[in-house]
């Protein structure tokens, strides 16, 4: 009881001890230690990180999941360490509303076979759309949140000791300066005739106080050295984030291709329908009362125009026997046999051949042989 009381007042001195420091740093009436230039920028880069990181993992938060009463829901259930439910997405729920508004008007119809085909396709990218969540959550968002909760509260940890240590070294360089003042009054001739023990209890207490900066110098500079190390750790936590970039880039290319393709299959089936459909539906708004002309737009208008692709000559070489090198733009996984697979940046030879649709081109890498998409190739000069 007695070492927990003594323990307690020592703990309670030290506390006192750093307030007035701190009290009469903050009023200019005591000097204070200055942390060296490197440690200063370690300080200021570790908080820079901090900021920024945050922010970037919110906003991405925000994009991943733009409802934010279901972003609260999300975290509750987090901190709860429980399972968050699983949800339809908007995707999802407009795929099915079009399957379902297909077969009521009929699988046989034009327009309920279209319904039917574009809501399967709404199910295929909401699909994908949950995989790029689920894998930017894990391989993006998961590290920046541990090392928010997990490193850098380390760093915050250690930083606070550090500035408590530096408040002890500056209280005992007050200490000992107060010290050898009231040594040196106490020295004086008249002083010591009066007082023929301050002499002594002085020098005791300026020895006492030389002991106390020497013991808290030590811990300060201990206690820097330790947030030096973990501060210029900051250079692998950005090493690391930059693989975490690269894998949510790598997500969204993903993402964004898979959508593409889905999109382009789609456009080639419902351009399959017969264009009668079209037209009628152009005569039955005509005959509404008023003369409004609507135009019938293909489907592939709407296609995004290959690079280059105007201008690399397709035309001419359909219109040829020949046959021309082409760079693949992006990787392609062939559909059936008669297709060719492709690997991005691949040159490959391409060639038409009579009665080939006019989207494919008969492409030759080495002994393989197969159809492969314009829309993924640039002809070479």
């Known amino acids: ?50 900021h920024w990181t945050e922010k970037i993992m919110k906003q991405t938060e925000v994009l991943l999941q733009p409802n934010p009463n279901v972003r609260i829901e999300e975290f509750l259930y987090e901190k709860l360490e429980k399972k968050v439910p699983s949800r339809v997405n908007n995707h999802e729920l407009l795929g099915q509303s ?41 391989n993006f968002l998961t590290p920046f949140r541990n090392f928010l909760e997990g490193d850098f509260k380390t760093i915050l940890k250690e930083r606070k000791l550090l500035q408590n240590k530096r408040l002890d070294l500056d209280a005992a360089k007050t200490r000992l300066k107060k010290a050898r003042a009231a040594d040196a009054r106490a020295c004086l001739p008249n002083s010591a005739k009066l007082f023929s023990n301050a002499v002594q209890m002085w020098a005791e207490e300026v ?23 973990l501060l210029e750790g900051i ?22 291709a898979q959508c593409y393709q889905y999109m382009v299959d789609l456009q080639k089936q419902l351009g399959s329908f017969p264009s009668t459909f079209s037209s009628n539906n152009n005569q039955s708004l005509a005959s509404g009362g008023a003369s409004i002309s609507v135009p019938t737009i293909p489907v592939s208008a709407s296609l995004p125009a290959a690079p280059g692709r105007a201008s690399s000559g397709f035309s001419e070489l359909r ?12 990787d392609y996984d062939a559909a059936g046999s008669s297709e060719l697979s492709l690997l991005a940046d691949e040159v490959i030879m391409v060639s038409s051949v009579p009665g080939m649709d006019s989207d494919w081109l008969m492409g030759e890498r080495g002994n393989q042989k197969g159809k492969v998409p314009i829309t993924y190739l640039e002809l070479l000069n």
């Not at 005591?30 to 440690?39: M, V």
């Not at 250079?235 to 964004?256: G, M």
């Open 98 to 138: 079009m399957i379902d508004s297909g077969n009521e008007f009929g699988p046989g119809t034009a327009y309920g076979n279209a319904l039917i085909k574009c809501g399967e396709t709404q199910k295929q990218i909401g699909a994908a759309e949950k995989e790029f969540i689920q894998s930017s959550a894990i």
């Open 319 to 330: 219109s040829s026997s020949g046959s021309r090198k082409a760079r693949v733009l992006y």
């Open 235 to 256: 250079s692998s936590t950005h090493a690391h984030h930059l693989r975490c970039l690269n894998d949510f880039v790598e997500a969204q290319t993903t993402y964004y």
């Open 207 to 229: 020895t006492k106080a030389e002991q106390d900066l020497k013991m808290t110098q030590s811990e300060f500079d201990r206690q820097a050295e330790i947030t030096r190390l």
């Open 1 to 50: 009881m007695d070492f927990n009381v003594k323990r307690l007042a020592a703990d309670a001195g030290t506390f006192l001890s750093r307030a007035v420091q701190f009290t009469e740093e903050k009023l200019g009436q005591a000097e204070k230690t200055e942390l060296d230039a490197h440690l200063e920028n370690l300080l200021t880069r570790a908080e820079c990180t901090k």
